[in-house]
Every structure is written in structure tokens, then in C-alpha cells.
């Protein structure tokens, strides 16, 4: 059984929350919502409510102790919800990986907290969870995107067409892919 990490970055906590932390997340959604639509796919119509949000992280948390997912949030000093990086997905066995997704709050862009939330988050999936290899992939007109993997050290392996369905439309995405170097 896995337990429940609490990481710690030099400006923000990480940690999966519970059921009783729904109203941070719904904020920071409700918050972010014409900033993240481009990026994401469509969300019902319940998505922005608490009842959605309390039966999301019930299954985020059983599947972090389920060792099939680590949804975290990045809480800055206040406690307030800035940034999410969600693996998912997660195998072991002969594959030990998992696939990696991101957002960060819009009035956060810029100042280098999500390379600094992803490599505490990515270095405890490699050296606590054993994974071997964290694959994301991002559309290739996010540039920003782009140049964060490339700086996280996220090598591109190719263009999947009309990968993901992302806001109502079928797009393209560049699959990149990091290993873990150490034994």
C-alpha cells in the first residue's frame, strides 16, 4: 500500500487531497477556468460544483493508495491551490511508468513554479515510487509547454495525430518522455 506523500518545494506544499479539501480545488478551477479551456478537454456540466469535486478526490485518493495514480496539489504559503501536476496511469511491473499532466494558476505563470513543483514531484515517482519512466505530451502550439519538458528533461519520441480530444476538437500532440538515470 502506498502512503499519502506531503513534498515540500522551496515556495509551495504538495499533496493529494482529501474529499474535505474539495472547495481549494473547486476554487482554483472556477478561478482558472478561461485559462486552462484551451488546454483541456470539455467538462461536464457538474464539473464545477463541490458534489463533483468530493467524488473526484474519493477516487483520487483510493487510487494514490491503489498505486495507480498521484494527483497532486501545489498549496502555496496561504494554503491557497496554485497548480496541479497529476500522474496517472501508473504500471509497474516490467513498464514502471506512467503518464504526467500539469496546470498552473494564471497568475502564476512565469515565475518558474512549475519546473520547481515538477522536479520535486517527478524526483519522488523516480526515487520513493521506483517508476523508470514519466511520459507527458502537450499540443504543439503550447509552446510554453514544450519548453518547460525540454528544461525538465523531457526528450520528444513523436507526433501522435489527433491524439486527444481537447476542448472539442481533435489535436495533435509531441509525446516526450524522461528517464530515470540513477539505479
Request: proline content about 4%; hydrophobic content about 35%.
Amino acid at each position: 500500500m502506498n502512503q499519502i506523500p506531503h513534498l515540500v518545494t522551496a515556495r509551495t506544499r504538495l499533496t493529494v487531497l482529501t474529499p474535505d479539501h474539495a472547495d481549494l480545488i473547486l476554487d482554483y478551477y472556477q478561478r482558472n477556468r478561461s485559462h486552462l479551456e484551451p488546454w483541456e478537454p470539455q467538462r461536464p456540466a457538474n464539473f464545477y460544483t463541490l458534489p463533483f469535486w468530493h467524488q473526484r478526490l474519493r477516487d483520487s485518493y483510493q487510487q494514490c493508495f491503489a498505486g495507480t495514480a498521484l494527483n497532486l496539489a501545489a498549496l502555496d504559503e496561504s494554503g491557497r491551490m496554485i497548480a496541479s501536476c497529476n500522474f496517472t496511469n501508473i504500471i509497474l511491473g516490467v513498464f514502471q511508468a506512467c503518464h504526467l499532466g500539469y496546470s498552473i494558476d494564471a497568475t502564476r505563470q512565469g515565475e518558474g513554479l512549475m519546473q520547481e513543483i515538477l522536479t520535486c514531484a517527478i524526483d519522488h515517482l523516480f526515487q520513493e515510487r521506483g517508476l523508470h519512466r514519466i511520459m507527458a505530451c502537450y499540443m504543439p502550439r503550447n509552446e510554453r509547454s514544450g519548453r518547460l519538458l525540454t528544461r525538465l528533461g523531457f526528450e520528444q519520441e513523436g507526433r501522435a495525430r489527433d491524439y486527444l480530444m481537447i476542448n472539442g476538437r481533435w489535436e495533435d500532440h509531441i509525446l516526450t518522455s524522461k528517464l530515470c538515470t540513477t539505479p
